[in-house]
């Protein structure tokens, strides 16, 4: 039933309570990869991660993932950094960058605007096959990164980078966090096929997957940049409210707008319940 669930981590000090080694991290939060250390059961639970995984997406992910994930020849293994990166610098311009885990938002927002997606290193247990408290390898590659090959969305994530670090000059993250949140992590977008997730925190999710495209219980609302920044989210259950774009083109020009103007409004009224 679970889905990965994603805690905002706000200072250096915030990641002594997460799971990852962080003393081998650099200042930027990178790390090595260090593919030869994973075992051949970590492989194989990543192996039956994403076949259960497989089976969902062709009926509830949208066109440019299922794309993306065709072109890759992955699945096997857990996949190296290194390689992806080859190939995702010819094909946007992105590179995969390996992190112990969630890191704080001025790295994060650092490495989108450097056009490097931070992809943690290491694998859930068997036991959290169905349910992870913080993003994993599976999450990270599973629902990020095929996007990145998307020309659209790939240049989308870069000028979100650059404005987080711009609203963290104006004390608005909180707000451009949820943005992030109904979008990269549970996003829908409208297909000629019908409603279809093109949100991380959805496609690598066993249970939430066909919920969010299937269930008569979640409202499906139509983007709305002013009440995204507005909503806030619950990490800890299905989501109660999806919002739909109708393309990567649509969602790129609806953020678009100097936010500055819009951080300052929305700062003086409530924040909308989710
Ligand atoms: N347009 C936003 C700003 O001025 C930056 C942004 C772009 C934010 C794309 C999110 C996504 O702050
Ligand atoms: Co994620």
């Known amino acids: 039933m679970g889905k990965a669930i994603i805690p ?59 794309e993306a994930i065709a072109g890759l020849d992955a699945g096997r293994e857990i996949p190296r950094f290194d390689a992806l990166s080859r190939r995702l610098r010819r094909a946007t311009g992105w590179e995969i960058v390996a992190v112990p885990g969630l890191i704080p938002d001025e790295p994060f927002f650092t490495h989108l605007a450097n056009r490097r997606f931070p992809v943690t290193v290491w694998l859930r247990k068997p036991e959290e096959f169905d349910y992870i408290v913080e993003p994993d390898v599976f999450h990270d590659f599973f629902g990020h990164v095929p996007l990145l090959f998307d020309r659209v969305y790939a240049d989308h994530l870069y000028e979100y980078g650059k ?27 409208r297909t ?24 008569p219980e979640p409202q499906r609302l139509e983007f709305d940049l002013e009440r995204v920044l ?4 619950r990490i800890d259950r299905y989501q109660t409210t999806y919002f739909v774009i109708e393309s990567f083109e649509h969602l790129m020009r609806e953020t678009a707008p100097d936010f500055t103007p819009i951080y300052a409004r929305l700062r003086a009224l409530p924040a909308l319940a989710p």
Request: aromatic share 12%; with cysteine.
């Open 8 to 66: 905002r981590v706000n200072t250096a000090s915030d990641v002594k309570a997460l799971r990852g080694d962080y003393s081998r991290a650099a200042a930027d939060f990178s790390v090595e990869q260090d593919w030869d250390a994973h075992s051949a059961e970590e492989h194989a639970l990543f192996r039956r991660l994403f076949e259960r995984q497989s089976k969902l997406v062709p009926h509830y992910a949208c066109p440019e993932w299922i």
């Open 163 to 189: 404005g987080g670090l711009k609203a963290m000059r104006l004390d608005a993250v909180k707000m451009l966090a949820r943005l992030y949140w109904y979008t990269i992590e549970f996003g829908l977008m």
């Open 192 to 215: 000629p096929e019908g409603v279809r997730a093109y949100g991380a925190g959805l496609l690598s999710s066993g249970g939430e997957l066909a919920y969010c495209v299937e269930s």
């Open 230 to 233: 507005r909503t806030e989210y």
